[in-house]
């Protein structure tokens, strides 16, 4: 079993920045794969970023590249997601998850955190 708490959210104006934390627990952290999803209302969950294992190798979702940056610490079981150059249409309940191998489909990971709200104004 592994626990993931997202924290790091909040209201700020477009053209701001937000770093989000995914703390985890439960398992050897450095044995998965992290990503971030989204998920605005009445939409489907969205890929956002994601990071390999030993965290050399990134991937990300074309909407956020070059504005947003995911990064990792195993030594402290923390998933990071930096977030500059907020638009209004960042707006979303953001998710840290987990698995076993890298995937961009939300359905294949194993374990999930319960989310964090980022709001952007105008």
């Known amino acids: 079993q592994v626990q993931l708490v997202e924290s790091g959210g909040g209201l700020v104006q477009a053209g701001g920045f937000l770093r989000l934390s995914c703390q985890a627990s439960?398992?050897?952290?450095?044995?998965?794969?992290m990503a971030w999803f989204r998920q605005a209302p009445g939409k489907e969950r969205e890929f956002v970023a994601a990071?390999?294992?030993?965290?050399?190798?990134?991937y990300y979702a074309d909407s956020v590249k070059g504005r947003f940056t995911i990064s990792r610490d195993n030594a402290k079981n923390t998933v990071y997601l930096q977030m500059n150059s907020l638009k209004p249409e960042d707006t979303a309940v953001y998710y840290c998850?987990?698995?076993?191998?890298?995937?961009?489909?939300?359905?294949?990971?194993?374990?999930w955190g319960q989310g964090t709200q980022v709001t952007v104004s105008s």
């Open positions: 998850a987990a698995a076993v191998r890298f995937t961009r489909v939300a359905g294949a990971y194993d374990y």
């Open positions: 439960g398992r050897t952290f450095s044995s998965y794969f």
């Open positions: 990071i390999i294992r030993s965290g050399g190798s990134t």
